[in-house]
């Protein structure tokens, strides 16, 4: 079975503008988190959708949104970017909302310039 | 507020040398640690859960201990390719509505032949 896929690996954007970041979860698999991980940092929390509805949002601007699609993939669109949004940016799925063994995609490195 | 501290941030070793990595945790009751992996450019890769004070799990050269206040990753008789980020996580009590994972900076391993 394929894992967790993102795309695109790699982005290039200028200030002010927007981005939206893709991802397919393992079949079978219901819930999507996404994840900013700052160069030197650990991920930090930023949405948990399950079954199409968000279920957990980490401390982050209204800027950043998401949201899952029927199918389970999910997109994660951040308005208005500013330098500090540079990251990798890693989604992860489980089987269901509870189970935390989350198996992780190899992320989008988002670069704003 | 959970928090995750690791240390060391960084760690060479030699072929063969043992050791231990430190993850010291604050959380509003503990419902599981995780160990991760993670090398340049990829997503983190689970490697263990520990749920309660007392528990080990074991994976080749790697094995995990918890208590009440930390854990240790213990790496035996490392190779190169154990060279990687090790990545320490802990959810929170379902009690507390927080189901994301809290992250620490991570210790990056680095083992020389």
């Known amino acids: 079975d394929a894992g967790v896929t993102q795309s695109p690996t790699h982005l290039i954007k200028t200030r002010g503008q927007h981005v939206t970041l893709r991802c397919s979860p393992i079949?079978?698999?219901?819930?999507v988190s996404w994840y900013q991980q700052v160069l030197g940092q650990g991920p930090q929390f930023i949405f948990q959708?399950?079954?199409?509805?968000?279920?957990g949002r980490g401390n982050f601007p209204d800027r950043f949104s998401a949201r899952q699609f029927p199918n389970y993939s999910s997109e994660l669109n951040v308005n208005a970017l500013l330098l500090g949004d540079s990251a990798l940016y890693l989604c992860a799925s489980s089987r269901d909302r509870g189970r935390e063994k989350l198996f992780f995609g190899s992320g989008t490195q988002l670069s704003v310039l | 507020e959970d928090q995750v501290t690791q240390s060391p941030e960084a760690l060479r070793l030699q072929e063969g040398e043992s050791s231990s990595l430190n993850c010291s945790y604050t959380v509003s009751g503990l419902r599981g640690l995780f160990w991760y992996r993670q090398d340049p450019g990829k997503g983190p890769e689970f490697l263990f859960t520990l749920y309660s004070a007392g528990e080990e799990k074991e994976k080749e050269r790697l094995k995990a201990t918890l208590t009440k206040k930390e854990s240790f990753l213990h790496i035996t008789a490392p190779k190169p390719e154990d060279s990687a980020t090790y990545l320490c996580a802990v959810q929170a009590s379902p009690d507390t509505g927080r189901r994301a994972l809290t992250f620490g900076s991570g210790t990056r391993l680095q083992v020389q032949p």
């Open positions: 079949s079978g698999h219901k819930s």
């Open positions: 959708y399950y079954e199409k509805e968000e279920r």
